[in-house]
C-alpha cells in the first residue's frame, strides 16, 4: 500500500494546523508588544493591554509567548519597534477600504498591501482619499457601496479575504455591501 502512509498524512494536516496556530501568535505577540511599549507592561495600569492578552488567551496562546511580547515591549527583551498605520484604498467595484496594520516594517508592509491590492483590481490611495468615507466611527461608513453581480461580489470577498490572511493587518473596514442572498449564491 505505497503512498497511504498515515503518519504522512497526520504531519500534513499538523503542518497546516501549526502555520495557522503561527500567524495567530505573531499576531497577537505584536499586539501585546505595542500595547506594553504605549502603555507599559502592567494590564491592571494598561487597559489596551489587558485586551490585548485577554484576546490571546481566547485564541490559546501560550503563557510563555504572552510574557515575551509584554517583555520587548516594555525594554526587558530585547525586540524590534513597531509602529501602527493606517492605510487607505479601494477596490475592484470602487469601494473603499480603511486598514489598520501594525508593522516592523513600513516599507514592506506598503509593498506587500499594493501588491495585495491591484492583483485584486483595487489600488492603495492617498491619505485621505478615502477616510471622510469612514469618519470618527469607521464601523459606520457616509454611504455604502452596493454589489450587486456575483462575479465582482466574489472579487470583493477574495480581496477582503487575502486582507485579512496578512499577519500586519490588525482591522479592515470597508462600505461595499454584498446581499445575503448574493451571498448564499456565490457559496453554493
Do not use: C
Amino acid at each position: 500500500m505505497a503512498g497511504h502512509s498515515h503518519w504522512a498524512q497526520i504531519k500534513r494536516k499538523k503542518e497546516a494546523t501549526d502555520v495557522k496556530k503561527g500567524k495567530i501568535f505573531t499576531k497577537y505577540s505584536k499586539l501585546i508588544t505595542h500595547a506594553a511599549r504605549e502603555g507599559g507592561g502592567d494590564p491592571n495600569f494598561n487597559p489596551t493591554l489587558a485586551d490585548a492578552i485577554r484576546r490571546a488567551k481566547s485564541e490559546n496562546v501560550p503563557k510563555e509567548t504572552i510574557e515575551k511580547a509584554i517583555g520587548k515591549g516594555t525594554g526587558e527583551l530585547e525586540g524590534v519597534h513597531f509602529e501602527t498605520r493606517v492605510y487607505e484604498g479601494y477596490g475592484p467595484a470602487g469601494e473603499a477600504y480603511l486598514i489598520e496594520v501594525l508593522t516592523d516594517s513600513i516599507n514592506r508592509t506598503v509593498a506587500e498591501l499594493r501588491f495585495i491590492l491591484s492583483k485584486n483590481e483595487g489600488s492603495l490611495a492617498t491619505s485621505g482619499s478615502a477616510a471622510y468615507i469612514f469618519g470618527d466611527n469607521p464601523e459606520e461608513p457616509s454611504f455604502m457601496i452596493p454589489i450587486e453581480d456575483a462575479k465582482t461580489a466574489e472579487k470583493v470577498l477574495k480581496l477582503y479575504d487575502e486582507l485579512e490572511e496578512h499577519d500586519d493587518i490588525q482591522q479592515i473596514y470597508s462600505n461595499s455591501e454584498v446581499s445575503e442572498s448574493l451571498l448564499a449564491q456565490i457559496n453554493s
